[in-house]
């Protein structure tokens, strides 16, 4: 489950590259997230799980589902029009910073050094990776662009976690939440494309059609569900590395399939930031048991 879950998500970036054309943003993401809810509306009955609820429960998930998989998804499907998937997907090594922040200003929740730590080194780590392409930037701004369509996907994320984060206080379950939000979701898409005057087209085409399938079937739900049975059965600390992973095969997908050009600073970048998520996911007892045997060693 956990080579499945690095192996998907790790593609997932590479795969949206397919869903860009002659179909708008908008509406890819409005089928992927409206196939992902119509697929989990199935699931959820045959569990059991009711999906009624009240207004104000409602209106949270309609907050979650605009900002997390309207907004957030958007902003990752627009960078990805600007810069190559890898550099998208190393971006996202900023959430557990930028999580820990939404999440101190909006519960007051107190602030882990180690997360604060981590997620410097992870944005360290970002700079040093985006670098090589902002210094050879002269008229051309898609690395810039990019990168701040990046950014704002990231901090959708972050608000979309927060309304998560109240839902569950709530009693509203993660299969219940995914129905409901990526419903929304899609629906937001369409809101969109509408506000923008953009069609709502769809492409028969091979790789459209599997990129499609691909991503709202298993880059939405199966990994999901198989990262809910790791934390459930390793522990969240180890189930964690994941994210440490993912930004790697992105990455390494891209040199293959995009053309990035990896440089030294590129190498180093991705180190810090790995170091960055490591110091994040790693159980407090573990750090605290190499601190002693480095401390011996000397």
């Not at 509406?27 to 207004?55: D, E, K, M, Q, T």
């Not at 990046?150 to 299969?175: H, I, P, Y």
Request: proline fraction near 3%.
């Amino acid at each position: 489950m956990f080579l499945a879950c690095v192996a998907i998500w790790g593609t997932t970036w590479l795969a949206i590259t397919f869903q860009l054309g002659p179909v708008a943003p908008e509406a890819s993401v409005a089928w992927r997230f409206g196939l992902a809810a119509l697929v989990l509306i199935g699931l959820c009955h045959r569990r059991g799980y009711l999906l009624r609820f009240p207004a104000h429960i409602q209106m949270r998930l309609v907050a979650m589902g605009l900002s997390m998989f309207t907004a957030g998804y958007l902003f990752v499907y627009y960078a990805e029009m600007h810069v190559v998937s890898g550099l998208v997907a190393v971006g996202y090594c900023a959430s557990p910073l930028v999580n820990q922040w939404a999440q101190h200003l909006a519960f007051g929740r107190g602030i882990s050094r180690r997360v604060t730590i981590g997620g410097l080194l992870g944005i360290v780590g970002i700079g040093c990776i985006f670098w090589p392409e902002l210094a050879t930037l002269s008229a051309d701004r898609n690395v810039w662009i990019g990168g701040l369509l990046t950014m704002g996907g990231v901090l959708s994320s972050a608000v979309g976690n927060l309304f998560s984060s109240q839902l569950e206080r709530d009693g509203v379950n993660v299969w219940q939440k995914m129905c409901w939000s990526m419903a929304w979701g899609a629906a937001g898409c369409l809101v969109v494309a509408g506000v923008r005057g953009v069609p709502i087209s769809f492409s028969l085409a091979p790789s459209y059609l599997m990129s499609l399938v691909y991503l709202a079937i298993l880059g939405s739900i199966v990994t999901f569900s198989y990262y809910l049975r790791l934390i459930e059965t390793i522990g969240a600390g180890r189930a964690g590395y994941i994210g440490v992973m993912t930004p790697i095969v992105a990455l390494t997908l891209s040199s293959v399939f995009e053309h990035y050009d990896w440089q030294p600073l590129s190498f180093a970048g991705i180190a810090v930031a790995v170091l960055g998520n490591l110091l994040i996911v790693m159980p407090a007892e573990r750090l605290r048991f190499f601190g002693k045997r480095a401390a011996a060693t000397k």
